[in-house]
């Protein structure tokens, strides 16, 4: 049970989803590519259920494990990768799938131990995570785009993270890991974690974004075309030094769809965040002050600032719960490998696909050789 992969979908698709871009126009590209690469993922995998049925591929005591669950496991990371312009190595798949398959049947197991309180504590739990979800994204609508880019429903995703949510709260019952709040106070003071709690300066922005990409193929459009867009961001920019309102104006000509609904208004960023350009012009502005036109990779944009806020240290109340998580989980970690094997052995796990099945051989063997020590 080592080397496992942390974050499994849907927990590593909420994680991608909070690093999607918001500024410019790869979360268009990334959402289109995603959805189609989602589509023809989900036409091969009927296909092939259709040839071959639905085979299971692993069982134990009150549970088994069906081809189109890892599948539809997989399917999500491909589409959770894709959003963040990544591919899985085709090389790396079995492994990964053998990798995920194990913590699949963790899940299984974890689940069967809940109890009404673990299963409580998920709900909540996945309560607070699509609420941040939604914030993130601003509307309910721009959420639902990016979920049906990863070939899921809202209600589909809730269901995964609260069955997800449940089998770690048993895990940490069942481990009975507990940190002191002396332990989280300790690791917030201690100077080696400094840099974790430390907020760089950030601005509030509202955007207006037209592409000079083709946001399916991210090739630039001809230079007509680019000519036409330059024209039209001029027109706005003089509108809205003219007195229109650039909420209502970004709301009907933007085509950043992560800003657009929302008048152009995007969460605070730093400087990282923005990139270059617009991080340039962003941090030199004063309050309610209207850039000029700014050309990026992705189009030309005008943005607004509405607000800054300097440098500081996150309050120790805002991060102790997550401090805490942290420290459970490194605590966990330690713990959760023989009680999984013990576990699993108690199910009498068995891996039925022969590839599968070798793969996780390999991956156990290749968990288990000696160290080398350097010299010798």
């Not at 009404?116 to 996945?126: H, P, Y």
Request: a neutral charge; aromatic letters at 4%; glycine letters at 4%.
């Amino acid at each position: 049970m080592k080397n496992q992969i942390k974050l499994i979908f849907p927990a590593m698709f909420v994680t991608a989803l909070f690093a999607l871009p918001r500024v410019n126009a790869a979360s268009a590209n990334a959402a289109t590519n995603a959805a189609a690469s989602t589509g023809a993922n989900a036409s091969s995998q009927a296909a092939m259920t259709a040839l071959f049925g639905d085979p299971v591929i692993a069982k134990g005591k009150g549970f088994e494990v069906k081809r189109s669950e890892l599948d539809e496991v997989i399917t999500g990371i491909k589409s959770a990768a894709a959003a963040r312009g990544q591919t899985i190595p085709p090389g790396q798949l079995l492994q990964i799938e053998s990798q995920l398959l194990d913590r699949l049947i963790q899940d299984r197991l974890l689940l069967q131990k809940a109890t009404d309180a673990d299963r409580t504590n998920g709900i909540q739990k996945t309560t607070v995570q699509m609420n941040a979800l939604l914030e993130r994204f601003g509307t309910q609508e721009a959420l639902e785009r990016q979920m049906k880019a990863a070939g899921l429903t809202m209600a589909e995703l809730r269901s995964k993270l609260t069955q997800e949510n449940t089998a770690q709260a048993a895990k940490m019952r069942e481990l009975n890991v507990n940190v002191t709040d002396a332990a989280t106070k300790q690791f917030y003071d201690d100077t080696n974690n400094l840099a974790n709690f430390e907020q760089p300066e950030m601005v509030h922005l509202r955007n207006i974004l037209l592409l000079t990409i083709d946001p399916v193929t991210r090739a630039p459009l001809p230079a007509d075309q680019q000519q036409a867009k330059r024209k039209q961001i001029d027109d706005l920019l003089k509108r809205i030094r003219g007195g229109a309102d650039f909420t209502a104006l970004a709301k009907q000509y933007s085509e950043d769809p992560a800003s657009k609904d929302n008048g152009g208004d995007m969460p605070p960023l730093s400087r990282e965040q923005l990139g270059t350009e617009l991080a340039a012009a962003a941090f030199s502005m004063t309050n309610n002050q209207v850039s000029d036109v700014i050309t990026t990779v992705y189009g030309y944009h005008i943005i607004k600032l509405l607000d800054k806020t300097p440098a500081k240290k996150v309050d120790y109340a805002t991060v102790a719960p997550k401090i805490k998580d942290y420290l459970m989980q490194q605590e966990a970690e330690k713990l959760a490998p023989a009680y999984l094997d013990k576990l699993e052995k108690a199910a009498d796990v068995q891996i039925l696909d022969a590839d599968l099945k070798a793969a996780a051989a390999a991956g156990a063997a290749a968990a288990n050789a000696p160290v080398a020590t350097p010299g010798k």
